[in-house]
């Protein structure tokens, strides 16, 4: 009840009862998942039940002004909304997992999008699948957008993205900041759609020990005598097989360019470089419907930070040094209410122990998602 009335409250501060704002676009989605995780010299696996929910409301206030509040399931990873189903049936926290202005003047054509706050990576950026960012990440900052729609959704042509983010703060001098440059075109040639881009992505002061709780971003990890200046390529290509049945084509590329020297002493030259390629076939929009996918990946070392993802070599603290495939299928059973499973199997790309790297890491997650 509480929560109920600070929304309503929330809502009048903020002038949604004027009679403008009559599109509030709720929405909102709960997704079960039933998750095993094994490695091969372990005893057993780790099974979990897990729960995530995600509920909010995107209200278009004005031809200019439109803003979004996103509740979900409190986790304390950044990565992840899920919460493990234990605790003798305690209830599950809540909290804002976005909350942001969106402003698009008028006399730029409602071709620039000003955001400040904090929305999910995939609306925020030009966004092509999980290699550098987690799909779950919800970035913190200000963002200007060219050539993406007021919901996120790339548009044709050239599209650019300009956003500093906040990593921490901890009273210091100099807080970890996250810098973003991104360039993007979308087009189609005969019958096919494609889309390619480039960004850039620098970690500011992130020189630093997270490794305890001092600073509040997750996973912890010991960054000193680390940087990452991240370049990444990433494109797709796609069409129809038939009316129904798409298909996909897709990849990514991403090279640290910050180098070992004697403030990246712990950074090793030959671990920068990270790559993902997918095919998706299908697409499980309406009910009797499926899709499919298939990946490979691999990820050096000191590629990319250890914010990449909450999911690959799960069973392991490793999320970096890693190479693998990860295969869905996902079947659209009654209107708004979808299922699926995924299958993960990776190694680590070389040795942290020495004859560690041939042991493989299995990871199976079952889906039921309801969207509303």
């Avoid at 059973?333 to 190694?347: D, E, I, R, S």
Wanted: proline share 2%; net charge negative; aromatic share 12%.
């Amino acid at each position: 009840m509480k929560k109920t009335l600070f929304l309503v409250g929330l809502a009048a501060a903020l002038g949604f009862n004027n009679a403008q704002a009559v599109d509030w676009n709720w929405k909102g989605d709960i997704r079960y998942r039933y998750q095993s995780e094994i490695q091969e010299d372990a005893e057993h696996s780790r099974d979990r039940h897990r729960l995530r929910v995600r509920f909010g409301v995107e209200p278009w206030i004005n031809e200019e002004l439109s803003a979004g509040i996103r509740l979900s399931t409190d986790s304390s990873e950044t990565t992840s909304r899920n919460q493990t189903l234990q605790d003798g049936f305690k209830t599950k926290n809540i909290a804002f997992d976005e909350a942001f202005i969106n402003y698009h003047p008028m006399f730029l054509n409602g071709d620039v999008n000003v955001l400040l706050g904090k929305r999910e990576v995939a609306k925020t950026l030009f966004y092509e699948k999980d290699l550098v960012w987690d799909s779950d990440l919800t970035f913190e900052g200000a963002t200007l957008q060219y050539g993406e729609g007021i919901d996120g959704k790339q548009k044709d042509g050239l599209g650019a993205v300009v956003g500093w983010y906040t990593l921490d703060e901890d009273k210091a001098e100099k807080d970890p900041y996250l810098f973003v440059a991104q360039g993007a075109y979308k087009g189609e040639v005969s019958d096919l759609g494609f889309d390619l881009g480039v960004g850039y992505y620098d970690f500011v002061h992130f020189n630093l020990n997270n490794s305890t709780a001092q600073l509040g971003f997750e996973p912890k990890f010991d960054y000193r005598g680390k940087d990452f200046n991240i370049v990444e390529l990433f494109g797709s290509l796609g069409g129809d097989i038939t009316e129904t049945v798409p298909w996909k084509l897709y990849g990514q590329y991403a090279f640290n360019t910050a180098s070992n020297n004697a403030t990246n002493y712990a950074i090793d030259d030959s671990e920068r470089d990270a790559w993902l390629v997918g095919l998706k076939i299908g697409k499980a929009k309406n009910p009797g419907q499926i899709e499919g996918s298939a990946e490979y990946v691999s990820i050096e070392r000191d590629a990319v930070t250890y914010f990449t993802d909450s999911d690959r070599n799960a069973p392991d603290s490793n999320k970096t040094n890693i190479k693998g495939v990860k295969l869905n299928a996902t079947y659209h059973l009654v209107q708004n209410m979808t299922v699926g499973v995924t299958y993960m199997n990776f190694k680590r790309l070389h040795d942290v122990v020495v004859g560690q790297n041939d042991k493989t890491d299995h990871l199976l997650q079952a889906d039921v998602v309801v969207k509303f």
